[in-house]
């Protein structure tokens, strides 16, 4: 199936009564929803306001700037929500099944949560997914805003992505502090997998070998 055929279905949808889906347009050489190419970026769930708001515009400038043009822009709920509210688990449970199909399509790479809900709900049901902040949070200014997406292409041009991870909590990758951060990761799974004793530090060993920290 096409990203073409699936949003025709998605249309013809009424598991909630009334079909209010509204995917993101082509815009500005950015593919919005028909993008194909390596990431999908999951936002929440579409707004009431008419695109594109200085928000929408935020968001494409910087996927168009930090090469993203192409990646698949979507929702975790594809109908439009009343301002303020957040989706109902019940909402969720029926529209994943349609993000599922996207990624079938996609078979991306990494998927990007925009914001926190979608971050949430889709570290439960996907991997490897990566968190940012959402693009209409209105204490992020515009600039810091880019800098963010620097950080998540620069994160994903290392090749050392984790699932789980905020780009947020990098100052800049490969700094000690992502060396941390990716630490801690590998030692929570390291606890889920009851990895103990000697095999647990030379698992450790092992580690601290291949990831050097780098000089200042």
């Not at 049901?125 to 959402?134: L, N, Y």
């Not at 994160?155 to 699932?163: A, I, M, Q, V």
């Not at 929570?188 to 698992?203: C, F, N, P, S, T």
Request: glycine share 6%.
């Amino acid at each position: 199936m096409s990203l073409e055929g699936l949003k025709v279905k998605i249309s013809n949808c009424n598991s909630c009564g009334e079909n209010r889906f509204c995917p993101f347009p082509n815009y500005n050489d950015v593919k919005g929803f028909y993008g194909d190419k390596d990431y999908i970026f999951v936002a929440t769930q579409p707004s009431e306001s008419i695109f594109p708001t200085q928000w929408d515009e935020r968001l494409y400038y910087c996927m168009d700037k930090y090469g993203f043009r192409d990646a698949h822009l979507t929702d975790l709920v594809k109908c439009r929500g009343e301002a303020g509210r957040e989706p109902s688990q019940t909402e969720i449970s029926k529209c994943v099944w349609w993000l599922k199909e996207e990624m079938k399509i996609v078979n991306p790479k990494v998927i990007i949560a925009l914001g926190n809900t979608a971050f949430t709900e889709l570290i439960k049901r996907f991997r490897p997914v990566i968190g940012m902040t959402h693009y209409s949070n209105q204490f992020v200014s515009d600039i810091d805003y880019e800098k963010e997406f620097q950080r998540l292409r620069d994160y994903l041009d290392s090749g050392n992505y984790h699932h789980g991870m905020k780009i947020s909590q990098l100052t800049r990758t490969g700094s000690k502090e992502d060396r941390q951060l990716r630490f801690r990761e590998f030692v929570e799974e390291l606890k889920r997998k009851r990895v103990r004793g000697e095999d647990y530090r030379d698992a450790v060993a092992k580690w601290n070998k291949e990831n050097p920290p780098k000089k200042e």
